[in-house]
């Protein structure tokens, strides 16, 4: 189908992320960081998603926020944020920090290597506003089902094996904004990639072993269902537009589940899009034969 169609009610959240950019100008870096972890891709997708990990899967980074005075976004109690979380059709999802972060990304961000100067030469002239464009949007954009979009890194996930999966995350830097801003995003980028994601991945490989016990068939992921809000009709995201993106998102494209950072919302959304695609027959269309013009 064509990419519009297929990203429906997220393609406003993905404009969102382009048009934050000075001029909509992304420059995708050509030397990725890539890695591997034994476990299946859905792991990496149940987690894009999950707000309540950070608190305890990721404890060591928070400490090393608490070292420096800096309160960050992940040392808080999740479900108790102003945070959202909305799962849309066809499996994809977002989870916005925004609402809970009022200062702004920059805020929420610890000293990083360089970062005095750096910081320090944005504030000579007169550019500090620019710093909340040095970190992440805080706006986590995920499109089933493999393109994961956070802080300023788009994660491609490639399923290796039933076991096996391969993540490349490239950074995006930002060409219309001054330099500083894009030497911010190489730190910014290094930081929770080696601090926090090696959590993750071991998290990951965990999962899977507990999955390969037979006596456990099933897996809970009623968690917010209860609480989740169906947004059939269209509410305010908070964002300048009064809601109107998502209004006519969810009269053009059906359920849009809204629910604090802790829901499954978005794991029940993908995996209900993913059974989908595993069991009804594909809509395939091709031509028989070798066409007239190749034909001796
Ligand atoms: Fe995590």
């Known amino acids: ?35 591997e972890f034994a476990a299946n891709w859905k792991v990496s997708w149940d987690n894009a998603a999950d707000g309540i990990h950070a608190t305890f899967a990721h404890r060591s980074y928070n400490l090393l926020g608490k070292e420096a005075e800096t309160d960050t976004v992940l040392a808080r109690n999740p479900a108790a944020t102003p945070m959202v979380s909305r ?5 994809h999802s977002v989870v916005d920090q925004r609402p809970g972060i009022p200062d702004g990304p920059w805020a929420t961000m610890r000293p990083l290597p360089t970062s005095d100067e750096l910081v320090a030469a944005l504030q000579e002239r007169g550019e500090s506003h620019l710093l909340d464009l ?103 995201d908070g964002a300048d537009d009064g809601g109107t993106a998502v209004e006519e998102a969810a009269r053009r494209y059906g ?13 029940r959304g993908y995996l209900r899009e993913w059974t989908r695609l595993m069991t009804e027959p594909a809509e395939l269309t091709g031509r028989r034969g070798v066409p007239e013009r190749e034909r001796v």
């Open 87 to 91: 799962a849309f059709p066809r499996g």
């Open 134 to 236: 040095a970190t992440g949007s805080m706006l986590n954009v995920n499109v089933f089902p493999n393109l994961i979009f956070v802080g300023n890194q788009l994660m491609v996930v490639e399923p290796v094996a039933v076991d096996r999966t391969r993540v490349t995350m490239y950074l995006v830097l930002a060409p219309g904004a001054p330099e500083e801003v894009d030497l911010l995003r190489l730190r910014v980028d290094e930081d929770f990639v080696s601090f926090g994601t090696p959590d993750d991945l071991e998290m990951f490989e965990r999962v899977q072993t507990g999955l390969a016990i037979e006596e456990d068939e099933w897996i809970d992921t009623s968690r917010g269902a209860a609480l989740d809000v169906v947004e059939q009709n269209g509410a305010d």
């Open 1 to 35: 189908m064509p990419l519009a169609e297929h990203l429906g009610p997220v393609r406003p959240y993905l404009d969102e992320l382009i048009d934050r950019h000075p001029g909509g100008a992304l420059r995708v870096l050509p030397t990725p960081v890539r890695y």
């Open 255 to 267: 359920e849009i589940v809204r629910g604090d950072i802790a829901t499954e919302a978005p794991v």
